[in-house]
């Protein structure tokens, strides 16, 4: 099997374009670097990741998927040292895809809000099956402070956090989850650091979850002694726990208790995060088109049998309608853009249905919430029903109804 370097990843890139590229594989069956260009609306920044695949890569199987946060400027600079560092091969021959994110925009991973992270997540989940449904995530020095924060903000999405070295601020060690292990490395003449990392691993363990800091000998804040073969056997660890917390989740699923049978969890386990994911992808290729007035690209991401409910009592239209209503403003380049701030998808059961919910802004209209159903028809998912309303506060309702009723 040919050797791939670091500099021979999957580069994709989340820029302003719907169009995406399909997988290659070479001759010898092992997935070909490629440039994926993605939409990047309605995302407050495009973001850059270079996603390394296993020996013998199949995109119908579900892989462990770590996502690496860089140090320093977080840029595609410290995205290449990370991985040269801490990767290497390490990750391919073990069966392992690391996705390893550039902070967007020129800004720090501390700075992006818990929902891009998320939407980061559920673009690779797009892309490939996730074992447990969860991201093992790490982080580099101020990217691992930032891998914490996403752990804590998102422990549904998380499957372990680990550390080189990081830490939470005081304040920010609220809510720790206690079903994601945290692991730690640490220099032992890295002073500061060291008690930061160790107070937030004893702050996680007092909160009932498994938190443990390896402190490396001689080593200073860059831990040029920790080999990717050792930081992998650490992952791997939290992957298939030999004992931990009830309800660890590892590569057995949710509800692995302590010990038990090795091969019982060492079971793949189905999810729905990529039907979750394909749904994400709809909503915000929906959001992307109609910012763009592309009136094409908008209603093909409706089901034939669509029902759109706007704001007002008298809106409600079958897609036929809707789209006659919007052409003349499609036609003049007029859309309307929708910032998505948080989204909820829940998949049924078979995974051929989903329902939504997203709280959006809107420059004039402020604050609104769309709520719906997607349906998979051929393959494809589509929009069945989506809702347009604007949540009013209970303080404010009474005398808002009473004007409506003048």
């Given amino acids: 099997m040919r050797r791939r370097s670091v500099v021979g990843v999957l580069a994709v890139w989340l820029a302003a374009s719907a169009s995406v590229a399909t997988a290659r594989s070479d001759a010898e069956g092992v997935a070909a670097p490629e440039r994926v260009i993605v939409s990047a609306s309605p995302w407050a920044h495009a973001v850059e990741f270079a996603l390394v695949l296993p020996d013998g890569f199949d995109a119908q199987r579900e892989y462990p998927v770590a996502v690496l946060l860089p140090p320093g400027r977080q840029d595609g600079a410290m995205v290449s040292a990370a991985l040269e560092t801490y990767v290497r091969d390490e990750s391919r021959q073990r069966g392992w895809v690391v996705a390893a994110a550039s902070a967007p925009g020129g800004a720090s991973w501390l700075d992006v809000p818990s929902a891009e992270f998320e939407r980061l997540l559920m673009r690779i989940a797009e892309r490939l099956g996730v074992e447990s449904g969860r991201f093992h995530l790490i982080g580099v020095s101020s990217g691992g402070r930032a891998a914490l924060r996403f752990a804590v903000a998102l422990p549904g999405r998380s499957a372990s956090v680990t550390v080189l070295p990081g830490y939470l601020e005081p304040e920010e060690m609220v809510g720790l989850p206690a079903d994601v292990p945290m692991r730690g490395f640490v220099g032992e003449r890295d002073e500061a650091w060291k008690s930061r990392t160790q107070s937030t691993a004893a702050a996680w363990r007092e909160a ?44 057995g699923g949710p509800g692995v208790e302590n010990g038990g049978d090795r091969a019982a969890r060492g079971a793949f386990v189905p999810t729905n995060l990529r039907a979750e994911a394909k749904v994400w992808g709809l ?103 989506y809702a347009l309303s604007v949540p009013i506060p209970n303080r404010d309702l009474e005398h808002l109804t009473t004007e409506i009723r003048r």
């Fill in 208 to 251: 009932g979850g498994s938190a443990e800091v390896e402190v490396l000998a001689g080593q200073e804040h860059i831990l040029k002694g920790l080999t990717p073969r050792r930081l992998f056997d650490s992952l791997e660890h939290a992957r298939l726990p030999e004992s931990g917390p009830t309800g660890l989740v590892g590569q």
């Fill in 283 to 385: 909503l915000d290729r929906l959001h992307a088109t109609a910012s763009s007035a592309d009136e094409a690209g908008y209603f093909a991401c409706f089901d034939d049998e669509a029902v759109m409910v706007g704001t007002d009592p008298g809106e409600r239209w079958t897609v036929g309608e809707f789209r006659e209503r919007c052409q003349r403003a499609f036609a003049s380049g007029k859309g309307w853009i929708f910032r998505v701030e948080r989204r909820w998808v829940r998949v049924g059961e078979g995974a051929d249905w989903a329902w939504f919910e997203e709280d959006l802004t809107h420059a004039r209209h402020g604050r609104l919430r769309g709520v719906g159903v997607a349906v998979r028809v051929g393959g494809e998912w589509k929009v069945a029903r």
